[in-house]
């Protein structure tokens, strides 16, 4: 609950920074800002224990999904760790985990499943990750299980707080529903998951190539990375880009999105139309075209030819195994995988995207949140859950009197030597702090009054302790992909339906989704025409399409009209 769903489900964290770019300083410190001006900071010292200051303790239950890298040191456990001795010591709260799960496939949903049909109480706090909340939410609302937050949230957050919420909305509409807001969302950073290109340098420079500006000119390099030994192994074993086709073109590494872009719409998600109204990517003519060319590619052998077998990850080993010349995906990948990979000789760079002819560049964006808390209905501690809240939160916009302002926990990311913490040591880790209770997320970028992190440190700005842990933890190529992103901060396209499933697509979804990745392989691979395009959105249209076009536009203006009540 603590790293953003696009990073985790690498199942990488928890070492440093400089190796894997899913550690906790990239989410949450790394995508904060502040006003970037020195302040003295000195270690804070160890507070008064429960004992000392709490008239009574306050227990809150909760579930967690265990990942086999959330590392616990010692004799520390699930219920008994820094994290949770923190909240003890300082906001006098007990947290314990009433469920304990395995974090694959959908798990926790199950648990939960299993609760509503056996009339279980559930905890007082559960944490739902953006891909199992559309699934469930409606569930947990129509069993009267789960808390509406609309009100609490104005009764109990911050002002600082309430002050991230409105800058970013759009958050809200993952748990909107029928104009009710029934769950705490985080908040994404505004260019956490956007990708960019990544490209091996050194082949480059082998063949004397520039970086591509236009996608005539990508392909051009595409060609010479298939065709001309850029390895210089005298084997004809090399592709032009590594793509991700296994369950989508647009995932989190491996993508086309800039394909889609430079042809018009996004596919694979809702888009907002000229008109205002959300239309489905996949549905719109110049998909078409974008399918085309990248069937032209596979043909010249630019792609590898069982693409479509591949999923994010086997894609990005086409990438650190020096198969493949380019790979579309997220700036952190310059820490993990790339900045891992143990290929000699080669250099990454990345570089912004290509235009399409006439100009035009595009690419999916970042979810608002991808991750939401929901309240057992009834549950009456909220003042506790939003100290909490408020605490960490601290941390996020780098605020020197954050109790985390040196690190999570002494001994995980950081030690103490001559009285001042070093973050380079053998074991570091920061997935202590997936066991917090509750965390925003991220700081909103629009409340940075500053440059980022990444930049600052990038820049050589290394005054404060948040920025000794990123210049410490986080490699030159992570920060590189990072600044990248920040070249092109208008041709993000995120997901515009973020809300629980309509009552069409809990019918229908899984139907249309497999006809729509099944019809676009069929193309690309050359197995079908062209022209089966057409007969697809036909199929999509008169299969639910159309009735779900109208409940997700509905639930749209339902999400718009409670956002602009509440400003």
């Not at 309430?162 to 909305?169: I, S």
């Not at 950073?189 to 063949?207: E, K, M, S, T, V």
């Not at 990745?517 to 007969?535: K, M, N, S």
Request: proline content about 5%; some cysteine.
């Amino acid at each position: 609950m603590w790293l953003s769903d696009q990073e985790i489900r690498s199942g990488r964290s928890g070492v440093r920074l400089s190796r894997i770019a899913l550690a906790l300083v990239l989410l949450l410190p790394a995508l904060a800002g502040c006003s970037g001006e020195e302040t003295k900071e000195s270690a804070p010292t160890a507070v008064a224990s429960a004992s000392d200051r709490c008239e009574e303790l306050t227990v809150i239950t909760t579930a967690r999904a265990l990942r086999d890298f959330d590392i616990l040191k010692g004799n520390d456990t699930t219920d008994n760790n820094p994290i949770t001795r923190w909240a003890r010591d300082r906001l006098c709260v007990v947290q314990t985990n009433q469920w304990l799960v395995a974090d694959q496939d959908h798990a926790l949903e199950d648990r939960i499943r299993t609760a509503l049909s056996n009339n279980e109480p559930l905890p007082d706090v559960l944490f739902l990750r953006s891909q199992d909340l559309p699934s469930i939410l409606r569930d947990l609302i129509d069993a009267d299980r789960i808390q509406e937050m609309g009100a609490v949230f104005e009764k109990y957050a911050s002002e600082r707080i309430k002050e991230a919420y409105a800058l970013n909305p759009d958050v809200w509409k993952s748990v909107t529903l029928d104009g009710l807001r029934w769950g705490l969302p985080q908040i994404s950073a505004a260019n956490l998951a956007d990708p960019i290109l990544w490209i091996r340098q050194d082949w480059l420079d082998a063949l004397d190539l520039e970086a591509p500006a236009t996608l005539d000119e990508l392909e051009k390099v595409m060609d010479a990375f298939t065709n001309r030994d850029p390895d210089g192994n005298g084997v004809d074993d090399t592709v032009g880009i590594a793509v991700a086709g296994q369950n989508t073109l647009n995932g989190w590494m491996g993508d086309v999105s800039f394909m889609f872009g430079a042809y018009g719409d996004q596919a694979h998600q809702w888009n907002r139309a000229p008109d205002g109204t959300l239309v489905y990517g996949s549905v719109q003519p110049s998909v078409k075209s974008a399918l085309q060319r990248l069937a032209q590619w596979y043909e010249a052998g630019y792609l590898a030819s069982d693409f479509g077998t591949h999923d994010e990850q086997d894609a990005a080993v086409l990438m650190t195994s020096g198969i493949a010349g380019m790979i579309s995906g997220p700036g952190w990948m310059g820490g993990w995988p790339l900045g891992e990979a143990d290929l000699e000789g080669a250099v990454f760079k990345p570089y912004p995207y290509p235009a399409g002819e006439d100009g035009r560049i595009g690419r999916i964006g970042t979810l608002p949140s991808y991750g939401s808390y929901l309240f057992r209905k009834d549950f009456d501690h909220f003042d506790k859950i939003f100290a909490y809240y408020d605490k960490v939160y601290g941390m996020l916009i780098e605020d020197p009197e954050s109790d985390f302002s040196i690190g999570l926990a002494e001994g995980y990311d950081y030690i103490i030597v001559d009285g001042e913490p070093e973050y380079d040591f053998p074991g570091t880790t920061s997935t202590i702090g997936n066991f917090f209770l509750v965390a925003p997320g991220s700081a909103p970028s629009k409340a940075i009054k500053g440059g980022s992190l990444e930049r600052r440190v990038y820049n050589g700005k290394i005054d404060s302790y948040y920025e000794k842990k990123m210049a410490t933890t986080a490699s030159r190529l992570f920060l590189e992909g990072k600044l990248a992103v920040e070249q092109q901060p208008d041709i993000s396209h995120p997901e515009q339906f973020v809300g629980p499933q309509t009552p069409t697509m809990a019918l229908k979804w899984r139907l249309l989704n497999k006809l729509e990745q099944t019809t676009f392989l069929q193309i690309v691979y050359g197995y079908a025409p062209l022209d089966e395009f057409d007969r697809f959105v036909r199929e999509w249209h008169d299969n639910g399409g159309t009735q779900v076009t109208v409940e997700v536009n509905e639930w749209d203006r339902m999400s718009d009209d409670k956002k602009d009540d509440s400003l």
